[in-house]
Protein backbone atom coordinates (compact mmCIF):
# COMPACT_ATOMS: atom_id res chain seq x y z
CA UNK A 1 0.00 0.00 0.00
CA UNK A 2 1.17 3.50 -1.01
CA UNK A 3 1.73 5.84 1.70
CA UNK A 4 -0.08 9.01 1.09
CA UNK A 5 2.24 12.28 -0.66
CA UNK A 6 -0.73 14.77 -0.50
CA UNK A 7 -0.97 15.20 2.95
CA UNK A 8 0.87 17.69 5.18
CA UNK A 9 4.12 15.66 6.73
CA UNK A 10 5.66 15.54 2.69
CA UNK A 11 7.83 11.28 2.91
CA UNK A 12 10.95 11.52 1.51
CA UNK A 13 12.49 8.17 2.67
CA UNK A 14 9.33 5.07 3.45
CA UNK A 15 8.97 2.05 4.41
CA UNK A 16 5.99 0.92 2.58
CA UNK A 17 5.44 -2.30 3.75
CA UNK A 18 5.95 -2.10 7.37
CA UNK A 19 2.74 -4.06 8.35
CA UNK A 20 4.99 -7.45 7.22
CA UNK A 21 7.37 -6.71 9.64
CA UNK A 22 5.47 -4.90 12.66
CA UNK A 23 6.66 -7.14 15.44
CA UNK A 24 4.30 -9.36 17.15
CA UNK A 25 1.30 -7.66 14.38
CA UNK A 26 3.37 -8.80 11.44
CA UNK A 27 0.69 -9.29 8.57
CA UNK A 28 -2.32 -8.50 11.16
CA UNK A 29 -1.63 -4.46 11.68
CA UNK A 30 -3.09 -1.65 10.76
CA UNK A 31 0.67 0.23 11.06
CA UNK A 32 1.13 0.30 7.25
CA UNK A 33 4.17 2.15 6.14
CA UNK A 34 7.00 4.32 8.24
CA UNK A 35 8.12 7.36 7.14
CA UNK A 36 11.19 10.12 7.27
CA UNK A 37 10.04 13.41 5.99
CA UNK A 38 9.07 17.24 6.16
CA UNK A 39 7.25 17.62 9.36
CA UNK A 40 3.46 18.80 9.29
CA UNK A 41 4.09 21.67 11.98
CA UNK A 42 6.85 23.19 9.11
CA UNK A 43 6.73 27.05 8.90
CA UNK A 44 8.02 29.11 5.65
CA UNK A 45 11.65 29.41 6.16
CA UNK A 46 11.73 26.40 8.95
CA UNK A 47 12.53 22.62 8.17
CA UNK A 48 12.21 19.98 10.23
CA UNK A 49 12.84 16.16 9.25
CA UNK A 50 10.31 14.14 11.03
CA UNK A 51 9.37 10.07 11.30
CA UNK A 52 5.40 9.11 10.68
CA UNK A 53 3.83 5.92 11.36
CA UNK A 54 1.03 5.05 8.92
CA UNK A 55 -2.19 3.59 9.91
CA UNK A 56 -4.85 2.64 7.83
CA UNK A 57 -8.39 1.34 8.80
CA UNK A 58 -9.07 -0.72 5.93
CA UNK A 59 -11.06 2.47 4.41
CA UNK A 60 -9.03 5.02 5.19
CA UNK A 61 -5.60 6.85 6.27
CA UNK A 62 -6.21 7.17 10.39
CA UNK A 63 -6.32 10.21 11.85
CA UNK A 64 -4.00 7.92 14.86
CA UNK A 65 -1.15 8.07 12.50
CA UNK A 66 1.96 8.90 14.34
CA UNK A 67 4.39 11.93 13.48
CA UNK A 68 7.34 12.40 15.93
CA UNK A 69 10.53 14.91 15.53
CA UNK A 70 13.89 12.63 15.04
CA UNK A 71 15.20 13.75 18.20
CA UNK A 72 11.77 11.64 20.01
CA UNK A 73 12.19 8.94 17.76
CA UNK A 74 15.73 8.20 19.32
CA UNK A 75 14.85 9.01 23.15
CA UNK A 76 12.40 6.89 22.78
CA UNK A 77 14.81 3.93 21.55
CA UNK A 78 17.20 4.94 24.46
CA UNK A 79 14.46 4.84 27.12
CA UNK A 80 14.14 1.33 25.89
CA UNK A 81 17.55 0.73 25.62
CA UNK A 82 18.42 1.42 29.21
CA UNK A 83 14.44 0.02 30.33
CA UNK A 84 15.60 -3.57 28.89
CA UNK A 85 19.79 -3.03 30.87
CA UNK A 86 17.69 -2.27 34.06
CA UNK A 87 15.86 -5.65 33.68
CA UNK A 88 18.66 -7.52 32.76
CA UNK A 89 21.13 -6.39 35.49
CA UNK A 90 19.18 -4.86 37.95
CA UNK A 91 15.47 -5.31 39.04
CA UNK A 92 16.01 -8.46 40.01
CA UNK A 93 18.06 -7.63 43.06
CA UNK A 94 14.68 -5.69 44.61
CA UNK A 95 11.83 -7.82 45.93
CA UNK A 96 9.68 -5.98 43.75
CA UNK A 97 11.56 -5.38 40.95
CA UNK A 98 12.49 -2.33 41.86
CA UNK A 99 14.42 -0.33 45.02
CA UNK A 100 11.06 1.57 46.65
CA UNK A 101 12.95 3.92 48.89
CA UNK A 102 14.95 5.14 45.11
CA UNK A 103 12.91 4.40 42.15
CA UNK A 104 15.26 6.15 39.91
CA UNK A 105 17.13 3.78 37.46
CA UNK A 106 19.27 6.28 35.40
CA UNK A 107 20.16 9.76 34.80
CA UNK A 108 21.24 10.12 31.38
CA UNK A 109 23.36 13.39 30.44
CA UNK A 110 21.81 15.18 27.29
CA UNK A 111 22.55 18.60 26.06
CA UNK A 112 23.09 20.23 29.39
CA UNK A 113 20.56 18.51 31.24
CA UNK A 114 19.83 14.40 31.83
CA UNK A 115 16.96 12.30 30.80
CA UNK A 116 15.30 10.50 34.47
CA UNK A 117 14.42 7.36 33.75
CA UNK A 118 12.48 6.06 36.66
CA UNK A 119 9.96 3.60 37.63
CA UNK A 120 6.62 4.84 37.54
CA UNK A 121 5.84 4.81 41.34
CA UNK A 122 2.41 7.25 41.06
CA UNK A 123 1.05 4.16 39.25
CA UNK A 124 -1.40 2.66 42.05
CA UNK A 125 -0.89 -0.90 40.53
CA UNK A 126 2.90 -0.54 39.75
CA UNK A 127 4.03 -3.43 41.85
CA UNK A 128 1.23 -6.03 39.81
CA UNK A 129 2.35 -3.94 36.61
CA UNK A 130 6.24 -3.66 36.85
CA UNK A 131 5.59 -7.53 36.76
CA UNK A 132 3.86 -7.66 33.90
CA UNK A 133 5.98 -5.46 32.60
CA UNK A 134 8.89 -7.71 32.87
CA UNK A 135 7.09 -10.67 31.48
CA UNK A 136 6.19 -8.73 28.54
CA UNK A 137 9.68 -7.69 27.89
CA UNK A 138 11.01 -11.23 28.43
CA UNK A 139 8.40 -12.37 26.13
CA UNK A 140 9.67 -10.10 23.41
CA UNK A 141 13.17 -10.63 24.42
CA UNK A 142 14.00 -11.87 20.78
CA UNK A 143 12.10 -9.59 18.94
CA UNK A 144 13.58 -6.80 20.42
CA UNK A 145 16.99 -8.36 20.76
CA UNK A 146 17.14 -8.94 16.34
CA UNK A 147 16.23 -5.17 16.26
CA UNK A 148 18.67 -4.19 18.66
CA UNK A 149 21.52 -6.05 16.74
CA UNK A 150 20.43 -4.96 13.83
CA UNK A 151 20.58 -0.98 14.99
CA UNK A 152 23.72 -1.86 16.99
CA UNK A 153 25.52 -3.10 13.52
CA UNK A 154 24.11 0.30 11.91
CA UNK A 155 25.49 2.51 14.55
CA UNK A 156 28.92 0.88 14.44
CA UNK A 157 28.93 1.16 10.53
CA UNK A 158 28.05 5.60 11.13
CA UNK A 159 31.21 5.48 13.58
CA UNK A 160 28.95 5.53 16.78
Not at 25 to 35: C, P, Q
Not at 66 to 84: F, G, M, S, W
Not at 118 to 139: G, M, Y
Amino acid sequence: MKIPTSLKHKPVIVCENYENVDGRYAYNTDAKGLSLGLAQWNDRGKVDISAKVWRYTGEKWSRQSEELPLHRVIDLAILICRTKLYFQEESYKHEKLYDTEKPNVDRIGMQGDAMTVAVCTDNDKIDEDIKLFNQALSNDSELVGERLHTLSRILKAMGY
